[in-house]
Nanobody, 116 residues
Framework: QVQLVESGGGLVQPGGSLRLSCAAS????????MAWYRQAPEKQRELVAR???????YYADSVKGRFTISRDGAKNTVYLQMNSLKSEDTAVYYC??????????WGQGTQVTVSS
């Protein structure tokens, strides 16, 4: 069982920055694929960024060049640095973990609102 606790969401003006954090329980963090998803009102949940166990990364086209996913194995934490935020980035952001045995876990979500 893996528990994910997200933090760092909030209200920010367009062009601003936020950093989301997701702390994972358990001792197998290094073997997990960690990802951030988001879901805007009346839209489907979408993959934003992913970091595999080999630390290769993937980004959705809509966030390339603005968002950066990183992980700290010593803290069992994955981060999402979000820069140059736009109103269309407004959503609930969810942390996701996939273990080496392909079990998937979700965090509770954190709200990000980009508005002036």
């Amino acid at each position: 069982q893996v528990q994910l606790v997200e933090s760092g969401g909030g209200l920010v003006q367009p062009g601003g920055s936020l950093r989301l954090s997701c702390a994972a329980s358990g001792s197998d963090f290094g073997s997990m694929t960690m990802a951030w998803y988001r879901q805007a009102p009346e839209k489907q949940r979408e993959l934003v960024a992913r970091s595999t166990r080999s630390e290769s990364t993937y980004y959705a086209d809509s966030v390339k060049g603005r968002f950066t996913i990183s992980r700290d194995g010593a803290k069992n934490t994955v981060y999402l640095q979000m820069n140059s935020l736009k109103s269309e980035d407004t959503a609930v952001y969810y942390c996701n973990a996939e273990t080496r045995y392909f079990f998937t876990y979700w965090g509770q979500g954190t709200q990000v609102t980009v508005s002036s």
